[in-house]
């Protein structure tokens, strides 16, 4: 069975500087997929971005972008220029493939707060 | 409209009583999931189901069934609801095509008291 561990329970950031959430993962796949989501105080759940196992190059969505560390087991997540609405839970995810693909285990989630 | 909807948004029972949480999707998606959120433990599984006639329980099923009435209904029953039931509900879909992630419902928040 797959574990995804965030071990950081709250972060905080200033207003247009750059955080780094961390997540490593257990797994004996060698096909599988990560993705961060948002969860906002509206407590919807918000794709952020999304990684294949198979790309060494990091996935980037505008701001947001990950370090992608496959032997590691480490798929952090770099936020910059920080806004207040990036405040929210933020949670790590891994998806297998194979009989498993579809099913995503999570973390334990991060608590970010933007200060302005 | 939204491609997930979870009903009801908000809910509180008593101990004891039955509660059905509903979920529909317009996505045309086949997979379908049940997840719980609580502080500190992030999203579990309860259900899921890859299409229709396929059900099977996730790794905290126990108090939970499931019914697929349809491709685009997947519903969370708790027998007999229990205090530690107190969670915020998930449902969510995906694409049996491709791993893009799920697509979720705006969750249901249930108090058990």
């Known amino acids: 069975a797959q574990t995804v561990t965030q071990s950081q329970p709250e972060m905080s950031v200033q207003e247009a500087e750059t955080v780094t959430l961390s997540c490593t993962y257990d797994t004996s796949e060698n096909n599988y997929y990560l993705f961060w989501y948002k969860q906002p105080p509206s407590r919807q759940m918000i794709l952020v971005i999304r990684q294949e196992a198979y790309k060494q190059q990091n996935a980037t969505e505008n701001r947001f972008s990950v370090n992608f560390q496959k032997a590691a087991k480490s798929f952090s997540l770099k936020i910059s220029d920080s806004q207040l609405g990036d405040t929210a839970m933020y949670f790590c995810?891994?998806?297998?493939?194979?009989?498993?693909?579809?099913?995503?285990?999570f973390g334990q989630g991060t608590i970010l707060t933007v200060h302005p | 409209d939204a491609d997930v909807t979870q009903t009801p948004r908000n809910r509180i029972t008593k101990t004891g009583k039955r509660i059905m949480l509903e979920c529909s999707q317009t996505k045309g998606h086949d997979r379908m999931y049940w997840y719980r959120q609580d502080p500190g433990l992030g999203l579990r599984l309860i259900y899921y189901?890859?299409?229709?006639?396929?059900?099977n329980k996730g790794e905290i099923s126990d108090g939970y069934s499931v019914s697929r009435q349809a491709q685009a209904k997947f519903s969370l029953s708790l027998e007999s609801a229990i205090p530690n039931q107190t969670a915020l509900y998930f449902c969510a879909t995906s694409d049996g095509l491709r791993q893009v992630g799920y697509t979720f419902g705006s969750g249901t928040r249930l108090t058990v008291v």
């Open positions: 995810a891994f998806g297998a493939g194979g009989t498993s693909y579809g099913k995503l285990t």
């Open positions: 189901s890859f299409d229709v006639k396929d059900i």
